[in-house]
């Protein structure tokens, strides 16, 4: 064979081999458990209130996560919400250590671990819109490090906590403090159908601070699911009137085999007493930034898709109740909801 030909057949074989290794090392990698893990939620709805005979259509969230591992032991996620009504916004960005899958130890800014309801992602709530307890009186993400234990095979228990700064996600360069937030959270899974939660919190009211204690409980058996919580809210010093919020609802799942994987039916109670965010009034006092309200919510979902590929057809209808000489937000009366949700 002459050495052009030798050359050659080496030159081939050298390709082959490299495209062959190439190609192992591509399929490994994807197959590996160190490839990152892509999620999205989108929901996009339209709202109609007949007392004022006007509607609006918006997408409530547009939402981009990616997490995975660094090697088995630490993990991390970053999450961005690219139209949070219109607004970007910087949602979960950590990195967590989990020797074991019972316990983990996570720092960077995240959900503070409280309540039920409002550590739900937008994709798992159960209504269009969220409870009081979960969009105003208890929603809180923060920057700090937490940690979490789960014990216990027959019943088990799960314990949370962590400390926080207590600037909220974008007041963190400048941000020194020695009144540092905290929160507590405790649940535990009764024959697995019995979901028991208690925690509490220590956060701020613009300058104030406040302790909420929140208790809760629901029962799940795939079709149905009944849930309640009460959720109370001091202001140190007396600086506004406790607050009092109330989230009650149920919800049945009737799977479907066509077309649809299953229709749910859901009826909410919810109620919020007047509630400061830390809004003050000319003489420095805290005033009422959402007033006292009551709320039934009626509402059928049509589920199209499964567990890992989500996509639901949310139908709400809310009636608000307010004191006669109250005069509502716009956005918060009366109102027809439709919400597509599609989460991947």
């Known amino acids: 064979m002459s050495k052009t030909k030798m050359a050659a057949s080496l030159t081939a074989a050298l390709l082959t081999a490299s495209a062959a290794w190439s190609q192992n090392m591509s399929d490994s990698f994807f197959k590996s458990e160190y490839m990152p893990e892509i999620h999205g ?6 709202e109609h209130e007949p007392q004022i005979d006007k509607g609006r259509f918006e997408i409530r969230n547009a939402r ?15 999450e961005i919400d690219l139209s949070d009504e219109g607004v970007i916004k910087m949602l979960d960005a950590y990195v967590r250590f989990q020797p074991k899958e019972a316990w983990k130890l996570t720092a960077g800014q995240m959900r503070v671990p409280f309540t039920i309801d409002a550590h739900r992602s937008p994709h798992l ?13 208890g929603n ?16 088990p228990v799960t314990i949370e906590g962590g400390v926080f700064n207590g600037s909220g996600l974008t007041n963190q360069k400048d941000y020194w403090t020695n009144n540092y937030n905290f929160s507590f959270k405790a649940q535990t899974l009764i024959a697995r159908q019995t979901n028991i939660t208690i925690s509490c919190q220590k956060a701020n009211a613009g300058q104030t601070n406040v302790m909420m204690y929140d208790v809760g409980a629901y029962w799940d058996n795939s079709r149905w699911h009944i849930e309640a919580e009460y959720l109370r809210k001091f202001y140190a010093h007396d600086a506004f009137t406790p607050v009092n919020a109330v989230d009650a609802f149920v919800a049945y799942r009737l799977p479907v085999r066509k077309g649809l994987t ?22 420095g006092h805290l005033k009422t930034d959402d007033p006292e309200r009551h ?6 979902t049509l589920s199209l ?20 000489n109250v005069v509502p ?10 919400e597509f949700v599609v989460h991947f």
């Open 41 to 46: 939620t989108i929901r996009a709805k339209y």
């Open 295 to 300: 709320r039934l919510t009626a509402g059928i």
């Open 329 to 338: 937000a716009i956005s918060e009366q009366n109102k027809v909801v439709a």
């Open 125 to 137: 709530q159960f209504f269009a819109n969220r409870s009081f307890i979960a969009k105003q009186v």
């Open 140 to 155: 809180v993400r923060d920057v700090g490090a937490a940690f979490s234990w789960t014990f216990g095979k027959q019943t």
């Open 262 to 283: 299953s229709i749910s039916f859901l009826g909410r109670y919810d109620y919020m007493s007047d509630h400061s965010k830390g809004g003050t009034d000319e003489l």
């Open 305 to 324: 898709g499964k567990k890992s590929l989500q996509s639901d057809l949310r139908l709400n209808y809310e009636q608000y109740f307010y004191a006669k």
């Open 64 to 78: 981009l996560s990616v997490e995975g591992k660094i090697i088995p032991t630490v993990r991390y996620k970053a």
